[in-house]
């Protein structure tokens, strides 16, 4: 199987970590393809990046579809998710989505604890999303606004592992996701200081990606499809896939 | 008082129209300044083509802004409502949005009337987003997928009436809403023939454009913003708007 | 136009207030007819008392309609508004309800500040009516029950700032309604100093009345009302409404 | 034990048949002590007609509240019922949520049957006040809207069986309230017939007043009441009540 | 009639205690007679414990059904209450349920008070599975995780009467059910020192099975009961229920 | 790695079938260790023999947990799913919850499809259970309640194809699920017939099994599990499990 996993994020170094994240979670079952974008920003964090990140990523999948079993959009707050659904005949999965569905069969209640403030409400909207905000405990960050991305997971690994510990026995989470790709990989080190399960969401997403290709089913020819139309401007790929022309 | 009409849909004769209702409901309060967009699609009408459309919105309205008091974006379904909304210092109001908060503020319970079975999905979308779908009676269309747009008001007119009065008197909606561009301007002329309040959604939501610049308020330096971005490859406009450079 | 500003108080100096702002909001446009409350409660703040003013609303209301184009009931909590509807063939606006409409239209989530922790539970039942709880960031109060209602816009205008701060810092609130007759017209005055738009509730209900009005549409005759039935006991002119037989 | 029977519609002879009721319910527990409305409507059914009801049962309580241990408002729509539970220092029980917290005892889904579709709306109003929405099947009612109240527990009786059984074998009803006044007494008349337990609304209501009665605790006192307030053109015993000068 | 007032909970003691409740509840109108689970657990607090009781109340219920008119389940958590409303042909009532339906009548809010943060989770599942969750104010409690179950009413007395006072006055509660079988009996006693109503659980189910058993109606019979069962291992009166062959 | 399969049904055929999709879903992965209830029922179906039949599951998987990375409740329903995650320290899964959350991976809205309408509100519960109703379009069955359930398979193939597609063009369902372990292995034979993805439950929850107990976290001292508890009566392995002695 090959699974494309397409950053919308313009950080290649980030991409690479979680490709190696994606690529130990598949073993030799799959080759892992990495994307990343090569317009936009180096990091989502808000409903207008999004809303131009989701239009890219819509993009570089329509480029790279060929050979492709299953796509991972490899950005907490899944930008593009559920446009990507109606176009393409394959599965697509987000990481944030990915760790919710994950946690919530690994316990009743689960929090995110990420890096800064700042991405409280993006990350908080996008559980609403998902319907399960009924078993989220919300999300825990360090006080400070303001942080080093690349140096986040060594900066603040500390400050994390209180936090998510203080979800879980002061918020009753059963589970917590490490939200954010610069906390990417950080999750197995510190499980074994957090006293709950603690999940990876570029591990969960792939992980997911995988199960879904694997359980098959009608991707194409779906009734519940929109209409195919026709489009002025876009990248050809993403505007044969608009037509309906593809897969 | 200026209001921009931003249509993200690239039909000129539908933002010619909308323009029309637009300036009748402001009368002499206020300049309506329409666009109509260059590229994407006809007409949108599903996730995947508001995904792109609402980046698209983002950048007209970013070109735009010089001199402009509220912001309208003019299609059903509010393209880029929330992004628009966290990077532009002012009121920016989607159809959909402003018809179902006018709508609940005449009655406990509202329905849309539409012209095409495939714009059920979409719309009740919308109405879910606004938090309102509680008080929503639903999605009613006539059968037939495939109509002609431009001619929709006249070919579906009594089929229109018909199914406003089922809501009514089956689903009891006390407020029925014409939902979709190509309706526009419909409300009005059937009003007398349905049996509840019949809103139309770029009146609706150019009068509510006008009422929200008219309470005022601090939109520049507000606490809840995301923090500015560099981007790479987007309309110079819209990179200063999200580097939070503008207004 | 003519908008009836039903005042289900008492205080005349309340009614005075809010139809110089009412008149403020509506300009030249339309001509505000404020009536205030011959008996009843100085002012509302519980459900028991909002039973009964409501019940004195429908009358002021049904005495009062000639050549009235929409009406707006001038009291935070809305008292006798779902009645009104079904009773009168034209907009019935409450002031709690066109403030939370327009505060979701302008963000995301909404806070209420006031003056007193015993309006608490009112405010929230207010918001929890409209089907919007899920946008709702709560009620913020200084700690003082005891309140001069005449002096408290000067009193606690300090405090008041400095709760509207604090929803919008520390509870994520994107807008601020500043609750209750007493402190109608506060708003513009504190507006620089709050990192958020702040509402005026008279403001909003007066616009929205307009706004309503404006749209038109067939208030008469609609199928959703109950049926008429005679009355014993209650002033004439409300027994005629009851009996639908007016408008 | 004394108990208040407060009909806030103006019908004796709905007062008598559900204080008979009442009676066969307390057996020699407890006095039934009936009152009717002498200003108001003869049968309410709308929400505009509950706002003012809802005022005249207040008074009725306030007048007749010496020697009383607890109070039932006897008209399905539990008119006044919020706010009798403010101002009075006793157990105040209404007939439709008496009902329906009673069928979410004996069941997880209950349906309401009634007489006309004119009480739906007002039905299912009253369902959703209870907040338990989501285990509610629906109103079920025949099809005409015009009907002999005083004969309509005869007349319909046969359609009444039929729609109970549907609510049961088609809409997954476990549980059957006959709504409405008008119906009082039926429910123990067709239960043999129904293939669910079918609850007297009157009987449920009555039985709830008495263990709530029963269970003691302190209603005097209580921290979570309002503030007392003046009042003015009020009946004095209501006045006393809102300013809380009484029990 | 005769109340079965079963206790999945394996410590007679507070049988004993609950049984002398029930009596004090029902006077000379009905007999209690009690059972003590003879294997399971001391007392149950979670999810799993509940699993496995639910099935040993079952057994209790079955081998117990003769001459009986309501089972009251003398556990909070109500293990195994939806099961036996499913076999059994007569009213079956938790306590915890009984006890939030019983509060729901007697005001907007309620809280639970009990004596140790590890019965949190487990009671706050509870009132999340009676649909009410919308109307709770949460669980308070101690800190302490241990505690002397018998000795807790008395040891702890003080604290829960604050415990509930603040639950009132900070969490605004309008009534407090005193959550868990050791508290059985504590309402009344502090009562006139707590500003709310305060329910004993015990005393609310045994009064709720009265009403419901006073209420008729046809529990045998019923459309919405599953299809009878063959079954190897059970105790032979719990198989011959599963075959829906009593009753 | 090892996952146990549980069926808490009697019927070793399923077993056998389940265990056989099982190994076809994990290839060399892992391999499966199927264990069938010996005392309970043939066939889960209600309430309460999912509380029995909960506490069997329980009791399965305490005595055969050596050695074993993952555990699968294999029936619809998923009886004693939440008390497992309680007592064990490693990844359980259900057929139901696993389902469920797939569909909601490959889709908007999902459906569930199966066999007798004796088991609409079986299934329904389950899918409640997880939060995620408000993304379900209902439960859809042929009209017969008997079946052969061995032959439910061949005899009803033709009806489940068009109620699955029905689903999909009528209720806008995105994706499918198959329900019932009588159904075991059917999707991939009607997957080309359907118009969106169909899913077998089954191979969902071992692809989740697998991909829980690949994504690691520590289950063993979780800070948000009940205490342990001494019991008596309980298989000694079910029993050291409650006490926490395991693990």
Chains 1, 2, 3, 4, 5, 6 share one sequence.
Not at 179 to 184: K, N, R, S
Not at 209 to 228: E, I, S
Not at 236 to 246: F, G, T, Y
């Amino acid at each position: 199987m090959r699974l494309l996993l397409v950053n919308p994020n313009m950080t290649v170094a980030m991409t690479e970590r979680m490709a190696a994240i994606a690529r130990a979670t598949v073993g030799d079952r799959a080759e892992i393809v990495p994307l990343t974008a090569t317009r936009g920003f180096p990091y989502i964090a808000s409903r207008a990046e999004a809303q131009i990140a989701g239009g890219i990523a819509l993009e570089m999948i329509a480029e790279n579809l060929d050979g492709i079993d299953a796509v991972v959009i490899a950005a907490f707050g899944d930008p593009g998710l559920m446009g990507a659904r109606e176009l393409f005949d394959l599965p697509v999965v987000g990481m944030a989505e990915a760790a919710v569905m994950s946690a919530a069969m690994m316990g009743e209640r689960f929090s995110i604890v990420t890096f800064s403030p700042l991405m409280t409400r993006w990350y908080a909207d996008c559980v609403a999303a998902t319907g399960l905000g009924g078993r989220f405990t919300g999300v825990c960050t360090p006080a400070a606004r303001e942080v080093d991305v690349a140096r986040v997971r060594s900066d603040l690994r500390d400050d994390l592992v209180a936090l998510a510990n203080r979800a879980v026995t002061e918020q009753g989470a059963d589970v917590v996701i490490l939200g954010g790709a610069p906390l990417a990989g950080l999750a197995p080190e510190i499980a074994a200081e957090v006293q709950a399960p603690v999940i990876d969401p570029i591990a969960a997403a792939t992980a997911q990606a995988m199960t879904l290709a694997g359980l098959g089913g009608r991707f194409a020819g779906r009734a519940c499809k929109p209409a195919g139309k026709s489009a002025i401007g876009l990248a050809p790929a993403l505007a044969r896939a608009i037509a309906m022309e593809v897969r």
